[in-house]
């Protein structure tokens, strides 16, 4: 099973950036969509963005559409998520995770097999 290790996170002021990485390990992710989620304070972790295994198909939630550039260098066995313009409520835990094809394709948190331990975003006012 893979391993996920993410960072990146930290303390930002609202309107600025971030860039979380995910690296794997223990298996190469070239043949795994992967995802990015979030979790809120109290409640489930929700799909924030995911892409395909070679990086063809991204997909994202509406909340973050427009504001999140999800990639991967599957030769550095990482994925990144760019977050800009941050909100306030961009605040949570994040996560990647791995999957199948059609796990990114749907952003089913079920079809999600291996997760990381999170890293804390906090987006100040």
């Known amino acids: 099973q893979v391993q996920l290790v993410e960072s990146g996170g930290g303390l930002v002021q609202a309107g600025g950036s971030l860039r979380l990485s995910c690296a794997a390990s223990?298996?190469?992710?070239?043949?795994?969509?992967m995802g990015w989620f979030r979790q809120f304070p109290g409640k489930e972790r929700v799909f924030v963005a995911g892409?395909?295994?070679?990086?063809?198909?991204?997909l994202y939630a509406d909340s973050v559409k427009g504001r999140a550039i999800i990639s991967r260098d599957n030769t550095k066995n990482t994925v990144y998520l760019q977050m800009n313009n941050l909100k306030p409520e961009d605040t949570a835990v994040y996560f990647c995770?791995?999957?199948?094809?059609?796990?990114?394709?749907?952003?089913?948190?079920?079809?999600?097999?291996?997760w990381g331990q999170g890293t804390q975003v906090t987006v100040s006012s």
């Open positions: 223990g298996q190469t992710i070239s043949s795994y969509g």
């Open positions: 995770a791995a999957g199948s094809t059609g796990a990114v394709r749907t952003g089913n948190r079920a079809l999600f097999g291996s």
């Open positions: 892409i395909t295994s070679s990086g063809e198909s991204t």
